[in-house]
């Protein structure tokens, strides 16, 4: 079945402990890009990626970190997390960029203490 | 830059009434737009998208848009509700050779038996 999976599902954290969501994806897509979804505001780009070892800043990209060392993994890094942070997130993938139809994870909750 | 703008952050409708969704953008090149769905605890799922063919684009589950250049319009419509339609809505908007998917602030629909 063609998916996006995301891990862990739910995570409960402290502030400054570094954290790890991962991301996959069995499309064989070239573009995967990181969300993170807050009431009010929809949905925001944290990072994306092109391909393997090119990734990009999106919109709100700080306080993150990201990695394409395969085509299929995009993992988000966390390495001092806070308060702020507490969201929903959601990993993405396509063909492309553009005009392709982006392909979501179920989504990873975050709650930062 | 793009950006899209939903009117309506909550919409409810009796259930077999129909259903319109609004969406407007803002692009100084011509647009790529879609709609996406998210049903509870779920991830996004693509319903329709408009990448330049047709103005009436047919979607997923009886949805429709019709994209109008002269409005800047991308509504979302349904001939009749289901209570199954219960969801969060989000348009989005992009162009050729942008790496970027821009969301609006989502609409909650509500479908009332």
């Known amino acids: 079945e063609a998916q996006v999976t995301q891990n862990p599902r739910y995570l409960i954290t402290v502030t400054g402990k570094k954290l790890t969501v991962t991301c996959s994806q069995n499309?064989?897509?070239?573009?995967m890009s990181w969300y993170r979804q807050d009431p009010g505001l929809g949905l925001r780009q944290i990072y994306y990626?092109?391909?393997?070892?090119?990734?990009d800043k999106g919109d709100v990209p700080e306080g993150y970190k990201v990695s394409r060392k395969e085509k299929r993994n995009f993992p988000l890094i966390l390495e001092s997390p806070s308060p702020n942070q507490t969201s929903l997130y959601f990993c993405?993938?396509?063909?492309?960029?553009?005009?392709?139809?982006?392909?979501f994870g179920p989504g990873t909750r975050l709650l930062v203490l | 830059a793009q950006s899209v703008t939903q009117l309506g952050s909550h919409v409810s409708v009796s259930e077999g009434a129909l259903v319109l969704l609004r969406c407007n953008y803002s692009?100084?090149?011509?647009?790529?737009l879609f709609w996406y769905v998210q049903y509870p605890n779920q991830g996004l799922q693509l319903l329709l998208k408009?990448?330049?063919?047709?103005?009436l684009v047919k979607g997923i589950n009886g949805f429709e848009a019709e994209f109008k250049k002269s409005e800047t319009s991308f509504h979302l419509t349904k001939p009749s509700a289901h209570m199954s339609d219960a969801a969060e809505y989000f348009c989005a908007v992009t162009i050729t050779g942008a790496n970027n998917l821009f969301f609006g602030t989502g609409t909650r629909l509500t479908v009332i038996p």
């Open positions: 990626s092109m391909n393997v070892e090119v990734t």
């Open positions: 692009s100084s090149v011509p647009p790529y």
């Open positions: 993405a993938s396509s063909y492309n960029s553009g005009q392709e139809t982006q392909y």
């Open positions: 499309m064989n897509h070239e573009y």
């Open positions: 408009y990448t330049s063919a047709a103005t």
